[in-house]
Antibody
Framework: QLQLQESGPGLVKPSETLSLTCTVS??????????WGWIRQPPGKGLEWIAT???????YYNPSLKSRDTISVDTSKNQFSLKLSSVTAADTAVYYC???????????????WGQGALVTVSS | QSALTQPASVSGSPGQSITISCTGT?????????VTWYQQQPGKAPKFMIY???KRPSGVSNRFSGSKSGNTASLTISGLQAEDEADYYC??????????FGGGTKLTVL
């Protein structure tokens, strides 16, 4: 059974960089059938796609984040990560990592999600 | 990239059918057959219910169905049950490797 688990600081100061890691267990992250992504949800609000990375390293970002974010993958650790720089209170949210179907297996669907990690931006 | 437009709330009585709309543009819903619907219970991660507009993964009740016309996708839940009460989100491919979610719809079962 595939499992994803987010980890990282729950509190980040304004203007600093938020760093989160997603550890994937139960399957290899190195598959051409899937991408891996980050989605966030501010308290009481809706979902926002942040970024996606293919196993090959190709990356895609939400333009609204104005290039503050970086997604990367470490296949040796079966992990992928998110860094979001120059954070403000508006970046306070539950951050989810998820698997995205890329080919024949549920294309376009985030089919497995982590439980979510609340990150609060505050001094 | 603007969020897809969903009604903030819908409601229905047990046994009834409801439909949640999701309106996008020619750049997302109107151009791709990659619309997914998610159900989110309070405090939980979203769960995908419909993918590729109208396909249902195994384990999802056939009371859930999806469709698309032009720039608008729809999720219909028939035979409403108390357990269907949740937030629902649509999501569409937006081209160039991007994805866009709807603002979410709170479903209340009366």
């Amino acid at each position: 059974q595939l499992q994803l688990q987010e980890s990282g600081p729950g509190l980040v100061k304004p203007s600093e960089t938020l760093s989160l890691t997603c550890t994937v267990s139960g399957d290899s992250i190195n598959s051409s059938n899937y991408c891996w992504g980050w989605i966030r949800q501010p308290p009481g609000k809706g979902l926002e796609w942040i970024a996606t990375i293919f196993y090959s390293g190709s990356t895609y970002y939400n333009p609204s984040l104005k290039s503050r974010d970086t997604i990367s993958v470490d296949t040796s650790k079966n992990q992928f990560s998110l860094k979001l720089s120059s954070v403000t209170a508006a970046d306070t949210a539950v951050y989810y990592c998820a698997r995205l179907g890329a080919t024949v297996h549920f294309p376009g669907a985030f089919d497995y999600w982590g439980q979510g990690a609340l990150v609060t931006v505050s001094s | 990239q603007s969020a897809l437009t969903q009604p903030a709330s819908v409601s229905g009585s047990p046994g009834q059918s409801i439909t949640i709309s999701c309106t996008g543009t020619n750049s997302d819903i109107g151009s791709y057959h990659l619309v997914t619907w998610y159900q989110q219970q309070p405090g939980k991660a979203p769960k995908f219910m419909i993918y590729e507009v109208n396909k249902r993964p195994s384990g999802v009740s056939n009371r859930f169905s999806g469709s698309k016309s032009g720039n608008t996708a729809s999720l219909t839940i028939s035979g409403l049950q108390a357990e269907d009460e949740a937030d629902y989100y649509c999501c569409s491919y937006g081209g160039s490797g991007t994805w866009v979610f709807g603002g979410g719809t709170k479903l209340t079962v009366l």
